[in-house]
């Protein structure tokens, strides 16, 4: 992994510490891979930091929980169904990777899913800012967002720039 990529992790897991800095103890549930490990060991670390209780556990491996922050992705053919498996073990509040989100909301299956909990997700609409919702019964509300600032706009940017090399 590229360092504009694990300063682009840091800053997303900064995002998913305030949408979890209320839930404890929160189960954090994770894909084996690099930049998904990445971002649960920094959510971690901050929780930690903080003095709140944080488990981890790979994607598949984790049974029941209150609270959890499920970290899957990217984009793949069967991403919605993973996000969908592991949505069945929260019982009360999860907070979704946004790709992870997307492709889990996009399911007839996600709703059952999703019913009786609340989900949290970020999504960046504009440069320069996240937007941080919450769904809760069919119904979905901004609650609250994310201002750049110019370090962490240019740490967006050069992780986008590294991404398009990558595709070329």
């Known amino acids: 992994m590229k360092p504009e990529e694990v300063n682009y992790r840091a800053l997303l897991a900064v995002v998913y510490w305030e949408l979890t800095r209320d839930l404890n103890p929160l189960q954090v549930v994770y894909e084996q891979s690099g930049s998904c490990i990445s971002i649960a060991s920094a959510v971690a670390a901050l929780r930690l930091a903080a003095g709140l209780q944080t488990e981890l556990g790979v994607v598949g491996d984790v049974g029941e929980v209150d609270y959890g922050l499920v970290l899957a992705g990217p984009y793949r053919e069967d991403l919605g169904e993973v996000v969908i498996e592991t949505l069945h073990k929260i019982r009360k509040v999860a907070v979704i990777h946004t790709p992870a989100y997307f492709a889990a909301s996009e399911m007839q ?8 909990k609340e989900i949290r997700y970020a999504v960046r609409e504009a440069p320069g800012e996240i937007t941080y919702y919450r769904l809760i019964e069919d119904k979905v509300e901004a609650v ?15 992780y986008e720039m590294n991404v398009e090399e990558v595709r070329v």
């Open 109 to 116: 299956e996600f709703q059952k899913a999703a019913r009786g």
């Open 144 to 158: 609250g967002g994310k201002r750049l600032g110019s370090y962490e706009q240019r740490i967006v940017r050069m």
